[in-house]
């Protein structure tokens, strides 16, 4: 198993260095060959564009960018932290908020042109989630993340009904959730606006 997935992580450094002068090729290999489901909260390293800065893809750590490009965690903390200039020819930095860039046209819902790209972004600051080489293609990306988001608040919300039906004190998912999704507690329930379509579900709390 181990020397399978070495070899795997051998084959991407090369494509890597094969296609580092051509990052939209780049980016459609890592569409392609994607190990995990892109950050929507927690990313705080960036892959990027040197050139022009734009950011190319978030991760929530330099491990998990590690992983997916065939590096060690090292390799991607020394590029992130100045130590070297490239992490085998990708340009990674340190980064927790995701302003959209100058001059980003928005063409559906959650999708953005950037010259000729198409950025998908979930909210003003966060949840960048990639850029496509189409319009349709970024849109699918959207609907898909918005509807794990919805499934995942949903799971979330439940199982703070159960907490304080059981008379238990706030715990830190309440907290989060309400600091994250607009979940206000009440005496007879939760009440969650959604962050994403602002819809509002009330869930009933048994005494």
């Known amino acids: 198993m181990r020397t399978a997935q070495a070899y795997v992580a051998g084959l991407v450094r090369v494509v890597t260095r094969l296609f580092g002068d051509d990052l939209r090729m780049l980016e459609r290999f890592q569409h392609a060959s994607r190990k995990a489901p892109p950050q929507v909260r927690d990313a705080t390293v960036a892959w990027y564009d040197p050139e022009s800065g734009l ?16 590096l060690t965690p090292e390799i991607v903390r020394d590029c992130v932290e100045g130590r070297t200039p ?6 990674f930095r ?16 959650g999708v953005y042109r950037v010259g000729d790209r198409y950025r998908v972004q979930l ?7 990639g850029n496509f080489d189409s319009s349709a293609t970024a849109q699918l ?8 988001l919805r499934r995942a608040g949903l799971a979330l919300t439940a199982q703070t009904a159960t907490q304080l039906s ?7 998912d309440l907290a989060r959730h309400t600091a994250e999704s607009g979940a206000v507690s009440t005496r007879r329930g939760v009440s ?3 962050p994403l379509c602002r819809r509002r ?5 048994s005494n």
């Open 55 to 70: 950011d190319l893809f978030p991760y929530a750590s330099c491990g998990t960018a590690a992983l997916e490009w065939g």
């Open 123 to 129: 909210g003003h600051d966060w949840g960048f989630l």
């Open 192 to 194: 969650v606006t959604c």
């Open 166 to 172: 059981r008379g238990k004190s706030c715990s830190s």
């Open 86 to 91: 490239t992490a085998n020819g990708l340009y």
């Open 94 to 109: 340190r980064q927790t908020s995701w302003l959209l860039p100058a001059g980003a046209e928005m063409v559906a819902c």
């Open 141 to 148: 990306v959207h609907h898909d993340a918005r509807a794990k």
């Open 201 to 205: 579900a009330k869930l009933e709390i």
